[in-house]
Each structure stands twice: as C-alpha cells, then as structure tokens.
C-alpha cells in the first residue's frame, strides 16, 4: 500500500540543543521521500526552553505539530500519547538525540511499503556507551526474552516505522503500565530488521540514569510475565519440603540416638534464610499488587496541556 502521509514522532524532554540539529537533519531526509510527511514533537514536561524552539520551527515550517503534556510522564507516555494524536497512515518514532539515525527512514520506509507492518532498527554497536551499560543492556534482553511469553527483539528500542495496522493495534491497548517495547511486540504483525550502528548524541546529555532503567527494566519484566510469581510458588514449595524434611531428620536423631538438636548458630542461619526469601517474595508481590492497584484505578495516563497544529 502507497504511504500518504508519514508521521514522524519524536518524544522531548530537556532536549533544546538537539532539537536545531535534528531538524535539519529531518528537512535533508524528508525532502527525497515519495509522500508527505508531519513532524509532531511531544514535549514530556521539559524544563528548558525546548517548547519555545518547537513553537519557532513551527512558525517557519507548517508540517511540525506540537504536542504538551502537563507534566512529566516519562517517554512511555510520551510515545503512547504521539500514537494517539498523529494523523499519518505510516509512522516512525525516533530520538530527539540523533542517536536513532533519520537516514534509515527512506529504507524504512521501503519496508512498510514492501508489506512489513513493523521495521525495526537494531543496534548492532554501541561504542560510545560504557562497557557496563551495554552489559546490563544485554543481561536484560536475554532475561526479558527467557521470562516472556512473546518474542522480544534483542538490541532494539523504540527507533521503528509502523503501518497503518499496528498503528491501530498499539492506539487499542489502554493499560496504564506501559513498555512500548513489549507493547510492540505484543501486537505481533509482519517485522523487518535493519541492523545499524548507534551513533553518539549529537548534544547535551542522556536523561536517563541506572534507576529509571532498573524501574523500566521491573515494568517490562512484570508487564509481560507471571514467571517471578511460579518461581515463589516453587521456591516456596521446595523450601517448605526441604525444611519438613530436615525436622524429621532432626526429631529421628533426638528420639532414637538422643543426638542433641543444633543451637543458635543454625537457627540463626534458618531464621534469616527463611525471613529474607520472604522479603524478596512480598516485595515480587508487592510489585504485581502495584500494577493491579494502578490498573483498576482507570486514571487517563496522560493529560495534554496544548496541541498546536497549523492546518492546510
């Protein structure tokens, strides 16, 4: 199917040193593409003066469509409300950094056209990040992809083109708890991978430390998995046969050969076994209960401060 109208979504938070390289970059790009194109910046709450940059590229070029939210709600929402207010039949989300390369976009492009519902980026080098952050990338994809029930794509994130049927597929799910990446792999449909190298960021600096990670990192693991919980349930299991059958041991030995039973340093040792499996069970729990108290509250997961769009 001919793609009339592509959406370029780029979610923004602090990023006005990057936002007058990325445009021009976007003017270069778009101008060769085979239809038109909206560009629609989501300004997740910024702090700087990155919502005056936006409103002066819009003044200068009519396809910008400029979406606020009212506070900060962390890229997630950031993607998922961009979903909600583009209007193009294909659409492809990428960083405001330039770390996601918009000249794969024609190639992209390609792609949908070529039948593909989803083509993905995927980064094949990382030079420039810190050994130990590629490392726990890693760890955390193969985990991802042990505990879930879908196929997570390793090495990618959230630099892909849709077409109009995931499109449609991603604006129907409404949970509040949101990892666009498994959401993206939720929704299933055709999938091509273009391979590239992940280049630096063009300025500034990444917004994201190892705990907003690590809060990604548990969300995507609980959002789609119940593993953790079987895993208490067996552990539990286990340790509740293991220790029935160490207290016969222990009362066979005292009635029958009058050994006498161990004092504090293996009860100590039980004990604190015991009461931190516990801790780690209630906080797995905990987290599941989290998700459930959130879910059924029904809140909007986002509120939108302005929409500026110049219409034709």
């Known amino acids: 199917m001919k793609t009339t109208l592509l959406s370029i979504l780029i979610p923004v938070y602090n990023e006005r040193e990057c936002l007058p390289l990325l445009y021009e970059k976007l003017c270069e790009v778009t101008a060769s593409l085979p239809c038109n194109t909206e560009i629609l910046f989501v300004n997740d709450g910024s ?13 200068s070029d009519h396809r910008i469509v400029y979406v606020d939210l009212s506070r900060n709600y962390g890229k997630e929402i950031a993607v998922s409300a961009g979903i909600d207010h583009i209007r193009g039949d294909a659409l492809v989300i990428l960083d405001a950094d330039l770390q996601d390369p918009p000249e794969l976009i024609p190639e992209m492009l390609a792609g949908i056209e070529e039948g593909y519902d989803d083509v993905y980026g995927m980064r094949i080098a990382r030079r420039h990040e810190h050994w130990f952050k590629r490392w726990t990338s890693r760890q955390y994809y193969r985990l991802q992809q042990a505990i ?6 390793e090495n990618t994130g959230d630099f892909r083109m849709f077409g109009a049927k995931a499109i449609a597929a991603l604006r129907q799910i409404k949970e509040s708890e949101r990892n666009m990446k498994g959401l993206f792999s939720y929704i299933g449909f055709r999938k091509k991978c273009i391979p590239y190298e992940q280049p630096p960021r063009a300025a500034g600096s990444t917004k994201w430390n190892y705990l907003k990670l690590l809060d990604l990192a548990i969300k995507g693991w609980t959002s789609f998995s119940v593993l953790p919980l079987r895993i208490i349930s067996f552990t539990g299991i286990t340790v509740s046969i293991a220790a029935l059958t160490y207290l016969l041991i222990v009362l066979f030995k005292a009635l029958i050969f009058g050994d006498p039973v161990g004092g504090y340093p293996s009860l100590m040792c039980v004990i604190l076994f015991l009461g931190g499996f516990v801790l780690l069970a209630l906080g797995i729990i905990g987290e599941y209960l989290g998700i459930i108290y959130r879910e059924t509250k029904k809140r909007p997961y986002y509120f939108v401060n302005e929409v500026l769009r110049v219409e034709p």
């Open 148 to 153: 879930s029930n879908i196929e997570i794509q």
């Open 47 to 59: 702090s700087d003066d990155t919502s005056t940059c936006i409103k002066t590229l819009q003044q």
